[in-house]
């Protein structure tokens, strides 16, 4: 148990759908990250919340947001589903940047888009 | 963030020592070298990190060169527990505005 909490672990949804996935940081830890990655595919970042505050974005799609509660917790909202979303999606947590223990990462949860 | 080349994938034979290489020539001077590694479709796990000078934990060893510009991680004693993608990357120690990118990596293999 790494300490990153997601939820649900697998998820399958119909094209056109929204669904979101949470994701409850290490304690202590102010940083929130998520990444994408699809089917032999690197891992994508697509945006990070630090305190609550958006600090960063990636590759993310117009049709995903997300956002970081005053208890820290994340939550990654999808929406308009489309088969090319099904992807394990990984959240991370740290304190602040790398640190001297980088990123610790959840065990994703894996979206099948049908 | 600067950008870093390793080889696509490596084998390694159990019980010998995994050398896996990273180039990072334009890193700069408050950049750290982290290392993580993802075994199958778990999430990517931290190994170990540096700045010049060389560091070991019950993990790895990392050696980084004395310009910086490149370093190698070494898996003493390489197990199939280690069959991963390691990716190197490099990232600011702190600071609330780091994101990790990770590239490609190297798949290494290792085999009994």
């Known amino acids: 148990d790494s300490g990153v909490t997601q939820t649900p672990k697998h998820l399958i949804t119909a094209t056109g759908q929204r669904v979101t996935l949470r994701c409850s940081p290490r304690?202590?830890?102010?940083?929130v990250y998520w990444y994408q990655q699809s089917l032999d595919q690197g891992l994508q970042f697509l945006i990070q919340?630090?305190?609550?505050?958006?600090?960063a974005k990636g590759n993310i799609l117009e049709r995903f947001s997300a956002q970081q509660f005053p208890d820290l917790h994340s939550e990654l909202n999808l929406s308009s589903l489309e088969l090319g979303d099904s992807a394990l999606y990984f959240c991370?947590?740290?304190?602040?940047?790398?640190?001297?223990?980088?990123?610790?990462f959840g065990s994703g949860t894996r979206l099948t888009v049908v | 963030d600067a950008k870093t080349t390793q080889p696509p994938s490596m084998d390694c034979a159990e019980g010998r020592a995994a050398n896996l290489p990273c180039n990072h020539s334009?890193?700069?001077?408050?950049?750290?070298v982290y290392w993580y590694r993802q075994i199958h479709s778990q999430g990517p796990q931290y190994i170990i990190h540096?700045?010049?000078n060389n560091e070991t934990n019950e993990m790895a060893s990392l050696i980084i060169t004395e310009d910086r510009k490149s370093s190698t991680l070494i898996l003493p004693h390489a197990t199939l527990r280690d069959t991963a993608v390691y990716y190197c990357?490099?990232?600011?120690?702190?600071?609330?505005?780091?994101?990790?990118?990770f590239g490609a990596g190297t798949r290494l293999a290792v085999h009994p």
């Open positions: 990357i490099v990232s600011m120690f702190s600071g609330g505005y780091n994101k990790l990118i």
């Open positions: 540096g700045l010049k």
């Open positions: 991370a947590s740290s304190v602040e940047g790398q640190g001297s223990y980088g990123y610790t």
């Open positions: 919340y630090y305190n609550g505050e958006e600090r």
């Open positions: 304690s202590g830890d102010l940083s």
């Open positions: 334009t890193i700069s001077g408050n950049e750290y």
